[in-house]
């Protein structure tokens, strides 16, 4: 059976020299949803508008008869119902969220996966029970070395059948805002993003956040699953290990100014002030800087960044005056947090298309 | 300044012999979200997968002053809150809406647009108020041909900057179900869905559900407006007049049974009992049948389509059990209306990718 499953779901691949976007990029394209960059407006982006990275497919899961199981060391696994969960003390935290993928589709040679511009990301509010207290209840013992999460959404990835599963480590399954979310911007779950329940990991890229769970385990060895040791690590050949995807590094991004036109987005302004804006975030230290630039990326100014809000885990709405006259433009915006991690002006290249964070660039025609 | 808008937004064309997605059609994809098709397992569309299609931006629109101007022959324009529209008679209407592009994609050669595959669907219980209610008060007149509808989303579509703005024979406008709606699901609307106000026709393909509505005007003369005299025609060349797009052909879709690859999307299924399902629609008249293959259109069987809800725009739930035996299977089905419109086996062709209903098709393996 083996060999037939491999026979269905092939390797990974590279997009050979000019090769367009193929059939099944665009099948994955239109499943999986982006957040369109006006949207970049709100705080909290509206339902619906978050995005969305589903590994197989949405689950459909009865709340009424579903359990989380909770191996740890006490000796009795823990089998909780949602109205458990819902009944202890719980958390609420703000976070913008961000596909590893994010950026993949410009990269040359393009990694044949889901096609992302640059518009994987969105920011909510998860509301949920802290992980820590149901694990430090399930009994961590002396050993534990990672801890396994498992969704409900079940297929083949690369020839491998498997339920979606990630391991994350001990001392960051420990962290204050690691939380076990039930509610998204103060309603249940839509069923796209994990109901009834889902992880969420602040400041980690999005595969970390598993959906649908349905058990935790803690193990006593590193985990070696296919989501923790082949995909999602950055690796330049195929054959090497590689470094495995974690936090989300610093990025920015513009609302696209003016008005589109409908084929290319390509967008246009007239003459006079227009005010840049958009946000910012970084899941590896607070931001300290966002800059902007209509050259292209030749000459920088700093862009105002708003006050931090408390909301640590939170993308950050930056401004900068410009005054559109008549000609072509490419604006670009970059960020750079207190590590002085910063983005790159050409996309940094691997072999799966992650944390690409190139500085984002929109073309700008100014009309008379 | 004409010259200049239509170097930047060049008239529609068909991609090439051989010619994979392109990043202009990517772009659309990222931003125009599909309702993945296991979702076709609920009644209501959930919150956030509900198709959606935009020509232009999102607008970003402050309630507190916005105004809807109806401009009839009772002399005075109307000029209408919020609040007073949600102070009058509502009307709650479950409508199944489509894009009138739905699976343009699959079109040889393929009109470059907004590159949908058969996603395009979703189905709200919408609350609003009736616009024949509206339009009385306005005054019709005895002259009224079209009426108007302008939205607050703004850009440029083939050298054309404009509003989005169509027109509605009036014969239409006063249909029972038609709504100035404001909630979807019981919601006030999201942005993305035409916050704080959009117009509802059931039946009709989704372009006449104007969002963001900004003002209505009753027209003595048909309407000649870009959206209903150059796009939404079905033209089989470019310089052709076309016949206009209006209701909803008969549709079915399945949902993908088993369980998928990551990459290519390709089902694979155990032997044993598998329950077809998926649902149908029709805006021209009541459905009357579906049928379902397992090889690929050659043979038809009668699924079970469940009785009417008393919902007559929403799509109907069918069901067929089948068998599965180790294979390799092409799953087909079709619906059939009162009227006798059915679905077509191969896909009608038209240069702007309208109308298109061919049977949906999906291959399954079934492994031993």
């Not at 230290?285 to 105002?304: F, I, K």
């Not at 050409?346 to 799966?352: D, F, K, L, V, Y």
Request: with cysteine; net charge negative; glycine share 10%.
């Amino acid at each position: 059976m083996d060999t037939r499953l491999s026979d269905l779901s092939l390797p990974g691949r590279l997009a050979g020299e000019g090769e367009q976007i193929t059939m099944d990029e665009l099948a994955l394209a239109a499943r999986n949803h982006g957040m369109p960059l006006e949207a970049l407006h709100h705080d909290l982006t509206p339902h619906g508008l978050h995005y969305l990275l589903i590994h197989f497919d949405i689950p459909v899961i009865d709340a009424r008869t579903w359990r989380l199981t909770v191996n740890g060391h006490s000796g009795t696994p823990l089998s909780l119902s949602l109205a458990d969960l819902r009944a202890r003390p719980s958390r609420t935290v703000r976070v913008t969220m961000e596909c590893a993928g994010n950026g993949r589709a410009s990269l040359l040679p393009r990694p044949i996966s889901q096609p992302w511009l640059v518009e994987a990301v969105g920011t909510a509010e998860w509301t949920g029970v802290p992980l820590r207290d149901v694990l430090a209840e399930a009994g961590l013992g002396e050993v534990t070395v990672d801890v396994v999460f498992t969704g409900a959404d079940h297929g083949v990835e690369r020839g491998i059948e498997q339920d979606y599963r990630r391991g994350l480590p001990l001392a960051e399954a420990l962290g204050d805002d690691v939380l076990l979310a039930y509610e998204m911007n103060g309603l249940p779950l839509p069923p796209q993003h994990g109901f009834p329940l889902r992880l969420v990991v602040p400041g980690w890229y999005g595969m970390a956040h598993v959906k649908w769970l349905t058990s935790i385990d803690v193990t006593e060895t590193p985990y070696t699953g296919y989501q923790n040791t082949v995909a999602y690590r950055v690796k330049h050949a195929s054959g090497e290990e590689g470094e495995p995807v974690t936090r989300i590094v610093p990025r920015s991004l513009l609302v696209p100014p003016g008005f589109p036109d409908f084929q290319t987005r390509h967008r246009i302004v007239r003459p006079g002030p227009v005010e840049l804006t958009g946000r910012a975030w970084s899941g590896l230290a607070p931001l300290e800087r966002v800059e902007v630039s209509t050259d292209g990326g030749a000459t920088w100014s700093q862009a105002n960044l708003e006050p931090p809000t408390g909301h640590r885990w939170a993308w950050r709405r930056f401004t900068a005056p410009w005054h559109a006259e008549p000609g072509t433009y490419t604006l670009a915006v970059r960020a750079t947090d207190a590590d002085g991690n910063t983005q790159p002006h050409r996309e940094p290249w691997n072999r799966g298309g992650y944390v690409n964070n190139a500085v984002h660039r929109v073309p700008v025609t100014c009309l008379a």
